[in-house]
Structure formats: structure tokens, C-alpha cells
């Protein structure tokens, strides 16, 4: 809680890093390190904001980045004897990526995967992207070819871009808890199957049935964040996700049930927009973009989820920033990287 009363979403470990001090790049490079990867200069520019969810086997980097290349070699992968896998998914900028020799420019958007047992490489112009950090023995399960996939380009499947449901995951991530990590992994090493061509129910006797169902839960979720704007209830989710009104009321039961999601969800993405730095919209007009139907409506479901009305909350919210506490620093993140590979 603030000390205002307000229900605080969990905060991301963070670090900015620009040209103004001389060891910026030397502080990300040693980041980037504890991954198992090196990273040079790219340019004369560099400026690094990362910002990073972590909930055990599964944890996600969003960062905006100048002038960097980023690689993964040989010597490098016998040394940390890393295996998890990782997607980067560009939201906008220019990035490129992919094997060694073979890197692609990535639209906003595209996915790739990579599999830390192959080398590999990111070049960074000027970039907005989302890292997902997945375990290699859940991914498998649900996409046993997985590692063929490695420096490609992800294509679309039938429930849509695996892109765009790593932004929503992305913006999804205040709001989750440990107990998600499963279904987090879950759910996104079930689309890399999908892309395979394997369907969820092949794979089901070899995971977690409560993993099963929190990636049911998280690909309502996702669905739901992605059509904010339109008008949603039980049969539209449960169509478009391919399941059973049963399954959808079961897979979100233990957060309120469907109306509670798609409510949570549009504050959510109010709290983001108003957030978001220079931005002078209306609450109104913010309000009607995410879907809800008035701003008596919004003001109350607002004031559910966050203690206090938008109004109250812009200037509030805008302040708050993550603590001395939250600081990304070297020692987390190897933490990190060791529990993805014990």
C-alpha cells in the first residue's frame, strides 16, 4: 500500500542508464553478462531503460534501448552451460535479429525465439522490446522440436500473433502473482506447440493440470487485453479462445470470473494510459477507449481496483516510482538465471 491508502501493483525491478554518465554502457554490458551474452556499442548514442517482472521460472524484461549489439557465442554457452529458451518481441523502433550471419529486420510485433544453446544475435538501433525468459523443460514439453525454431521469426497461428500476446502479457504483469510463473510459461510454450502444429490436448498428460488451467486463465486474459475496446462477455471470450463456457467460468473463477477480468483489465489499461509521460487526454475520453461504457462506470470499477477514482489517482500514480529495493543490479539477475537453468 502507499501511504495514501492506494493499492500499489507490484513494481518492477528497474534501472535507467543514459549518456550523461560515463559508465552507463559499462553497467548494461555487465547486465547483459549475467544473462550469458556480451553487448558492444552500436553507434555513438546509448540510452538503456529495463524494467523487469520476475516470478521464478518465468521472467519478463521490457526495455527501451539506443545503440547496442547483443550476442551469444559459442565459448560463452559451454562456459554458463545455460539451456532456457527466450523470446524478444519488438513493440516499435528498429531491431534486428537472429542466427549468427543470418540476423532479420524485426517489424513491430514480430517474435523470435531463441534457444540459449545456439549462438545467436541482436543488433539495437533504436528499440522498444519485450525479453521472455522460458523455461526449457515446460517449453518442451508443450513444443519438443522447439529448438528448430531458434533465430526464426514466428508466423501467426489461428489464435493470433504470439507477438502480441507477449505485449499483453507485458502489460498484464503488475497485476500477477508467483503462483502465475506456470501458467505464464505455460501459456506461451502452448502457442510455440501451436506453431508446430500440436494441439493442447496432446501435451496434456505430461504438465501440470493447475499449470493447464492458468494458461487457459492467462490466454483469456491476453484475448481480453487485446480487444479492450470492443464488446466483450463470456460467450465472445470462451468462442474466440476455443473453449467451453465451462472451462473459461473454471479457468477464471479464482480471480472473480469473466466480468471482474474484462473490468480489471480496461482499469488496468486506464492506469497505463494515464501513466503514460506527455499525455493530457481526458480521463473521459481514455475511459471510452478501453471500453467502458461511461465515466460513472469507469470512476467506480477504478475505485474497486485502486482505492481512489482515475481523477484522483493521475497525479498521485505518475510519482510513483519503484524503491531503492527494486534496483535491477547484476547479483538479482544471475539469481535469476541460475533458478531458470537449476
Given at each position: 500500500?502507499?501511504?495514501?491508502?492506494?493499492?500499489?501493483?507490484?513494481?518492477?525491478?528497474?534501472?535507467?542508464?543514459?549518456?550523461?554518465?560515463?559508465?552507463?554502457?559499462?553497467?548494461?554490458?555487465?547486465?547483459?553478462?549475467?544473462?550469458?551474452?556480451?553487448?558492444?556499442?552500436?553507434?555513438?548514442?546509448?540510452?538503456?531503460?529495463?524494467?523487469?517482472?520476475?516470478?521464478?521460472?518465468?521472467?519478463?524484461?521490457?526495455?527501451?534501448?539506443?545503440?547496442?549489439?547483443?550476442?551469444?557465442?559459442?565459448?560463452?554457452?559451454?562456459?554458463?552451460?545455460?539451456?532456457?529458451?527466450?523470446?524478444?518481441?519488438?513493440?516499435?523502433?528498429?531491431?534486428?535479429?537472429?542466427?549468427?550471419?543470418?540476423?532479420?529486420?524485426?517489424?513491430?510485433?514480430?517474435?523470435?525465439?531463441?534457444?540459449?544453446?545456439?549462438?545467436?544475435?541482436?543488433?539495437?538501433?533504436?528499440?522498444?522490446?519485450?525479453?521472455?525468459?522460458?523455461?526449457?523443460?515446460?517449453?518442451?514439453?508443450?513444443?519438443?522440436?522447439?529448438?528448430?525454431?531458434?533465430?526464426?521469426?514466428?508466423?501467426?497461428?489461428?489464435?493470433?500473433?504470439?507477438?502480441?500476446?507477449?505485449?499483453?502479457?507485458?502489460?498484464?504483469?503488475?497485476?500477477?502473482?508467483?503462483?502465475?510463473?506456470?501458467?505464464?510459461?505455460?501459456?506461451?510454450?502452448?502457442?510455440?506447440?501451436?506453431?508446430?502444429?500440436?494441439s493442447e490436448e496432446s501435451y496434456d498428460d505430461v504438465i501440470d493440470g493447475n499449470d493447464l488451467e492458468l494458461a487457459r486463465r492467462l490466454k483469456a486474459e491476453v484475448f481480453i487485453?487485446?480487444?479492450?475496446?470492443?464488446?466483450?462477455?463470456?460467450?465472445?471470450?470462451?468462442?474466440?479462445?476455443?473453449?467451453?463456457?465451462?472451462?473459461?467460468?473454471?479457468?477464471?473463477?479464482?480471480?472473480?470470473?469473466?466480468?471482474?477480468?474484462?473490468?480489471?483489465?480496461?482499469?488496468?489499461?486506464?492506469?497505463?494510459?494515464?501513466?503514460?509521460?506527455?499525455?493530457?487526454?481526458?480521463?473521459?475520453?481514455?475511459?471510452?477507449?478501453?471500453?467502458?461504457?461511461?465515466?460513472?462506470?469507469?470512476?467506480?470499477?477504478?475505485?474497486?481496483?485502486?482505492?481512489?477514482?482515475?481523477?484522483?489517482?493521475?497525479?498521485?500514480?505518475?510519482?510513483?516510482?519503484?524503491?531503492?529495493?527494486?534496483?535491477?543490479?547484476?547479483?538479482?539477475?544471475?539469481?535469476?538465471?541460475?533458478?531458470?537453468?537449476?
Amino acid at each position: 500500500m502507499t501511504t495514501s491508502g492506494i493499492l500499489r501493483s507490484v513494481a518492477p525491478h528497474l534501472t535507467t542508464l543514459t549518456g550523461m554518465s560515463a559508465n552507463s554502457f559499462g553497467i548494461y554490458h555487465d547486465l547483459i553478462r549475467s544473462s550469458g551474452a556480451t553487448t558492444s556499442p552500436l553507434g555513438d548514442t546509448f540510452e538503456a531503460t529495463v524494467a523487469a517482472y520476475n516470478f521464478g521460472r518465468l521472467t519478463l524484461f521490457d526495455r527501451q534501448l539506443i545503440g547496442a549489439d547483443h550476442r551469444r557465442e559459442p565459448a560463452q554457452i559451454r562456459r554458463d552451460g545455460f539451456e532456457h529458451y527466450y523470446l524478444q518481441v519488438l513493440r516499435s523502433g528498429r531491431m534486428m535479429g537472429g542466427r549468427v550471419g543470418e540476423e532479420r529486420q524485426l517489424a513491430p510485433g514480430d517474435a523470435v525465439l531463441f534457444d540459449a544453446t545456439q549462438p545467436m544475435r541482436t543488433l539495437v538501433a533504436d528499440a522498444d522490446y519485450v525479453t521472455v525468459i522460458l523455461a526449457r523443460d515446460l517449453v518442451e514439453a508443450a513444443a519438443p522440436n522447439a529448438q528448430h525454431l531458434h533465430g526464426r521469426i514466428l508466423p501467426k497461428v489461428k489464435t493470433g500473433s504470439l507477438g502480441e500476446a507477449v505485449l499483453s502479457l507485458i502489460r498484464c504483469a503488475p497485476s500477477f502473482s508467483d503462483n502465475l510463473a506456470g501458467g505464464g510459461n505455460q501459456f506461451i510454450a502452448g502457442v510455440l506447440g501451436e506453431i508446430q502444429g500440436r494441439s493442447e490436448e496432446s501435451y496434456d498428460d505430461v504438465i501440470d493440470g493447475n499449470d493447464l488451467e492458468l494458461a487457459r486463465r492467462l490466454k483469456a486474459e491476453v484475448f481480453i487485453d487485446n480487444n479492450l475496446g470492443s464488446d466483450l462477455n463470456a460467450d465472445i471470450v470462451a468462442r474466440s479462445i476455443g473453449v467451453s463456457r465451462a472451462s473459461l467460468y473454471r479457468a477464471l473463477r479464482a480471480v472473480g470470473g469473466v466480468e471482474a477480468v474484462i473490468t480489471s483489465r480496461r482499469a488496468a489499461r486506464l492506469r497505463s494510459l494515464i501513466l503514460r509521460p506527455g499525455k493530457k487526454i481526458s480521463i473521459g475520453r481514455m475511459a471510452h477507449k478501453v471500453g467502458f461504457s461511461s465515466l460513472s462506470h469507469c470512476s467506480r470499477a477504478f475505485k474497486q481496483v485502486y482505492g481512489q477514482p482515475p481523477d484522483q489517482l493521475r497525479a498521485i500514480l505518475r510519482d510513483d516510482a519503484p524503491s531503492a529495493a527494486q534496483a535491477l543490479h547484476v547479483e538479482r539477475m544471475q539469481d535469476w538465471y541460475r533458478a531458470m537453468n537449476d
